[in-house]
């Protein structure tokens, strides 16, 4: 098994500001992925974070709204750029060793913007 | 790409019942279907998955079907105990290796 420790765990941030969420693994991960869930929803796919390269981004997130990086196999980063309200949410990273495997979860940043 | 339909979107069983949660999935080339637990405030947590080459697994209390075919797959909770209460989500993983999440079961169980 993985474990994933993510930070922060929560966040108070001005509209127009940028924050960047930390997700470090415990081991070695093929595949990194980025997550939104809103309150009472679903995990909504934000991108994949892939390795020494640009993130594969889903319909909808863009790279400059989402930067992401990941410079290793353990650790990555999301950037939340320019926010406003309707960026308020729960962010989540999680990450799975090998194919048609367990896929494992930080335990969530949620963010306020006000 | 992949679309994970789920129901019900909120289920209310006794305790000590049956609780059943449906899910299908669009991508025929999908070949593992994890549940997720989660409980409020707290990440999501596996409870049982299924590949594409099993149609059944069993963990104790819980079951996992899968029809390959008519593409869909269901979680079975039997003897439900308070605790089970939490959201339910099912998922698909194709060959992207991306989860793709359904929209959530809401389990009470009721004393």
């Known amino acids: 098994s993985a474990v994933i420790s993510q930070k922060p765990s929560r966040d108070i941030c001005q509209r127009g500001t940028s924050l960047t969420i930390q997700c470090q693994v415990d081991?070695?991960?093929?595949?990194m992925f980025w997550y939104r869930q809103q309150p009472g929803q679903s995990l909504t796919l934000i991108a994949t974070?892939?390795?020494?390269?640009?993130?594969?981004?889903e319909s909808g997130f863009v790279i400059d709204k989402f930067p992401i990086s990941r410079p290793n196999l353990t650790f990555s980063t999301l950037t939340v750029s320019n926010m406003s309200p309707e960026d308020s949410s729960i962010y989540l990273c999680?990450?799975?060793?090998?194919?048609?495997?367990?896929?494992?979860f930080g335990q969530g940043t949620r963010l306020t913007v006000v | 790409g992949e679309n994970v339909e789920q129901h019900p979107s909120t289920l209310s069983v006794q305790e000590g019942d049956s609780a059943v949660i449906k899910c299908t999935y669009s991508?025929?080339?999908?070949?593992?279907f994890p549940w997720y637990k989660q409980e409020l405030g707290k990440r999501p947590q596996l409870i049982i998955d299924?590949?594409?080459?099993?149609g059944e697994k069993k963990d104790q209390r819980i079951a996992v079907t899968l029809n390959k075919t008519a593409k869909h797959f269901s979680l079975h909770i039997t003897e439900t105990q308070p605790e089970d209460s939490a959201v339910y989500f099912c998922?698909?993983?194709?060959?992207?290796?991306?989860?793709?999440f359904g929209k959530g079961t809401r389990l009470h169980i009721l004393p």
């Open positions: 974070a892939n390795q020494g390269s640009e993130a594969t981004y």
């Open positions: 299924i590949r594409s080459n099993v």
């Open positions: 999680s990450a799975k060793t090998v194919s048609n495997t367990e896929a494992f």
């Open positions: 998922a698909a993983i194709g060959r992207d290796d991306k989860i793709i």
């Open positions: 991508d025929s080339a999908s070949n593992y």
């Open positions: 081991s070695q991960v093929t595949m």
